[in-house]
């Protein structure tokens, strides 16, 4: 692949939850349960599967849910990620419950809970990897090595999305009052989490009805490249319905670490999605300067998606 590479060390610094040492204790049941500062925090602990491995699934719960009040939800990869830094691999977290919490009980949200099922360890970038995106991915040589190399021998993003949808999602929807419909149900990530979320709002429409990609790895590896980038704009060519307002799609960047090589990628996606009428309220793509690919970044601008997502009826922003 051609593009400005970065070494391995600088890019273990760089990527935050993507990094592969991240993934290597993203499975490891002995780390501490996290704690919350607001609401509280439900463990259902190595949750089986048909399709992955098992793996921890944390659910957050806002303060005043009592089971009787119905809340939408909001699936959040990475979830080892999302709540209490003192647990996790580099000691940086999401703090969903701190910023949330606040913003529901100011009205600016609507009650919403956060599922965050852990990423599967070494198997993340395999999981997270959109497997259509594979199809267009040319010359068949380097499209064999990714997935040897990269995917270690087997997409898996296709299961990964049958466990959302066949298995986890009907056994949150079974066991807490949510709202189950496709308008309050969504999903976001960073990085390959971003990937996987655009995947699955247009892989499957019937379920999820938005979705937030923050600092979206479209080269899918540790340099700028086209050919990725390129498999993916053709799988999307082929995915974006024909109504505009079937799409709810959030996306952001920032301009330094390894944010900085999606300068070239991401505008060619927001220019595919113009081409196909996709803008403001339905569609926003924003770039933050100055900000790089870590969980503090994107803790700091959780608010902006969050109300993209799940803003309550009448709130301004």
């Given at each position: 692949?051609?593009?400005?590479?970065?070494?391995?060390?600088?890019?273990?610094?760089?990527?935050?939850?993507t990094s592969i040492a991240a993934a290597a204790?993203?499975?490891?049941?002995?780390?501490?349960?996290?704690?919350?500062?607001?609401?509280?925090?439900?463990?259902?602990?190595?949750?089986?599967?048909?399709?992955?491995?098992?793996?921890?699934?944390?659910?957050?719960?806002?303060?005043?849910?009592?089971?009787t009040r119905r809340h939408a939800v909001l699936y959040m990869h990475d979830g080892?990620?999302?709540?209490?830094?003192?647990?996790?691999?580099?000691?940086?977290?999401?703090?969903?419950?701190?910023?949330?919490?606040?913003?529901?009980?100011?009205?600016?949200?609507?009650?919403?809970?956060?599922?965050?099922?852990?990423?599967?360890g070494a198997a993340r970038h395999a999981e997270y990897y959109p497997q259509g995106f594979l199809e267009h991915l040319e010359p068949p040589a380097l499209r064999d090595k990714f997935v040897a190399e990269a995917l270690q021998g087997r997409p898996r993003a296709d299961d990964y999305l049958r466990f959302l949808v066949e298995e986890l999602k009907p056994a949150i929807d079974a066991r807490y009052a949510t709202r189950s419909g496709r308008e309050d149900t969504c999903v976001m990530g960073s990085s390959m989490g971003g990937l996987i979320s655009i995947y699955a709002l247009l892989s499957h429409p019937e379920v999820f009805g938005a979705a937030a990609a923050l600092s979206t790895h479209w080269i899918g590896s540790f340099e700028r490249n086209t050919e990725l980038p390129a498999a993916a704009l053709a799988w999307l060519r082929g995915h974006l319905p024909a109504d505009p307002a079937r799409v709810r799609l959030y996306m952001d960047r920032g301009t330094t670490e390894l944010d900085a090589l999606y300068d070239k990628s991401q505008p060619l996606v927001d220019a595919l999605l113009k081409e196909?009428?996709?803008?403001?309220?339905?569609?926003?793509?924003?770039?933050?300067?100055?900000?790089?690919?870590?969980?503090?970044?994107?803790?700091?601008?959780?608010?902006?998606?969050?109300?993209?997502?799940l803003a309550a009826p009448g709130a301004t922003a």
């Open positions: 692949m051609s593009g400005k590479t970065i070494d391995r060390r600088t890019a273990l610094a760089l990527i935050g939850a204790r993203g499975g490891d049941s002995a780390v501490a349960s996290p704690r919350v500062t607001a609401g509280r925090l439900e463990r259902i602990a190595d949750f089986p599967s048909r399709y992955v491995a098992p793996r921890h699934v944390d659910v957050w719960l806002p303060p005043g849910y009592d089971g080892q990620m999302l709540f209490d830094p003192t647990t996790t691999w580099n000691h940086q977290a999401w703090r969903v419950d701190a910023v949330a919490a606040p913003m529901i009980a100011a009205g600016a949200l609507r009650d919403f809970m956060v599922v965050g099922p852990w990423n599967g196909r009428g996709l803008g403001e309220p339905g569609w926003v793509s924003k770039v933050y300067p100055g900000k790089g690919h870590n969980e503090v970044a994107w803790s700091e601008r959780l608010p902006v998606p969050l109300r993209f997502l």
